[in-house]
């Protein structure tokens, strides 16, 4: 049998992996992966598994997402801190739902529901359906709008209004409208590229995104490439890409 764990909390991974190995000591577990970046590119790469276990609320929004692009239906047993997604879970196209702290005995009777309702995933017309329905979910897609930071050991709240843009200099560091530099566990700037508004958030380069409120205007320079300003001097000058230029004047 081969499972796939999704969980973006390391902790509750590791435990949920034990725990499946106990229950099924024969069985080929992958994972765990932890956005829906890592969904795409795992399936991309391997063949379905026979069932799923999966968080809902990932580091990069909501597994829905992802999973909604398989090629075809796969069992899913959905974990999740959040009941109000359980429901929603449940009725779309889980087998299941635990609800977080998750016991090895909810995890068998999982299984056991498992065995008793796996033929409905072979019905092609059952899995239109429900690509259907998560397709319609994600036409009002939410994006992110509050980040938690590091201040020392503290961890504190920004909201979006505070928020000058995102720079990566070996970790990803959030820019504040105070002036701060604060860092974040984000991995990549291709994480947050998911979870920003598009409308509100561009990609200037590799190493920076910027809040549009902030951008105080551009100047072009004669190698083609645009030089932006930032409100009072939050950050240097960056730089846009000659490739990205025409892009960048369209967007503001």
Same mark, same amino acid.
């Given at each position: 049998?081969?499972?796939?764990?999704?969980?973006?909390?390391?902790?509750?991974?590791?435990?949920?992996? &034990?725990?499946?190995?106990?229950?099924?000591?024969?069985?080929?577990?992958?994972?765990?992966?932890?956005? &829906?970046?890592?969904?795409?590119?795992?399936?991309?790469? &391997?063949?379905?598994?026979?069932?799923?276990? %999966?968080?809902?609320?990932?580091?990069?929004?909501?597994?829905?997402?992802?999973?909604?692009?398989?090629?075809?239906?796969?069992?899913?047993?959905?974990?999740?801190?959040?009941?109000?997604?359980?429901?929603?879970?449940?009725?779309?196209?889980?087998?299941?739902?635990?609800?977080? *702290?998750?016991?090895?005995?909810?995890?068998?009777?999982?299984?056991?529901?498992?065995?008793?309702?796996?033929?409905?995933?072979?019905? %092609?017309?059952?899995?239109?359906?429900?690509?259907?329905?998560?397709?319609?979910?994600?036409?009002?897609?939410?994006?992110?709008?509050?980040?938690?930071?590091?201040?020392?050991?503290?961890?504190?709240?920004?909201?979006? *209004?505070?928020?000058?843009?995102?720079?990566?200099?070996?970790?990803?560091?959030?820019?504040?409208?105070?002036?701060?530099?604060? %860092?974040?566990?984000?991995?990549?700037?291709?994480?947050?590229?998911?979870?920003?508004?598009?409308?509100?958030?561009?990609?200037? &380069?590799?190493?920076?995104?910027?809040?549009?409120?902030?951008?105080?205007?551009?100047?072009?320079?004669?190698?083609?490439?645009?030089?932006?300003?930032?409100?009072?001097?939050?950050?240097?000058?960056?730089?846009? %890409?000659?490739?990205?230029?025409?892009?960048?004047?369209?967007?503001?």
């Amino acid at each position: 049998m081969k499972l796939l764990v999704i969980e973006d909390e390391p902790l509750i991974a590791s435990g949920l992996m &034990n725990d499946l190995r106990i229950l099924n000591p024969d069985a080929e577990i992958s994972g765990p992966l932890s956005s &829906n970046r890592e969904i795409r590119e795992w399936f991309d790469k &391997n063949n379905l598994p026979d069932l799923i276990f %999966s968080d809902i609320q990932l580091s990069d929004g909501i597994s829905f997402d992802a999973l909604a692009e398989m090629a075809q239906a796969c069992p899913i047993i959905f974990i999740t801190a959040f009941d109000e997604y359980a429901l929603k879970a449940f009725k779309v196209f889980s087998i299941d739902y635990l609800l977080k *702290p998750v016991s090895i005995e909810d995890l068998q009777q999982a299984m056991d529901k498992y065995s008793k309702v796996v033929s409905k995933y072979e019905n %092609s017309e059952y899995w239109g359906q429900v690509k259907q329905m998560l397709q319609s979910r994600q036409s009002g897609k939410l994006f992110k709008e509050r980040f938690m930071v590091h201040q020392g050991l503290k961890m504190i709240l920004i909201q979006l *209004p505070e928020v000058v843009g995102f720079v990566k200099q070996e970790i990803i560091f959030l820019i504040a409208s105070n002036g701060q530099k604060y %860092s974040t566990d984000y991995r990549s700037l291709d994480e947050l590229d998911d979870i920003l508004d598009p409308a509100k958030f561009f990609r200037t &380069n590799r190493q920076c995104i910027l809040n549009l409120p902030f951008i105080h205007g551009f100047k072009t320079l004669e190698s083609g490439k645009l030089e932006v300003f930032v409100k009072d001097e939050l950050l240097p000058a960056v730089t846009v %890409s000659k490739e990205k230029a025409s892009e960048f004047r369209k967007w503001l």
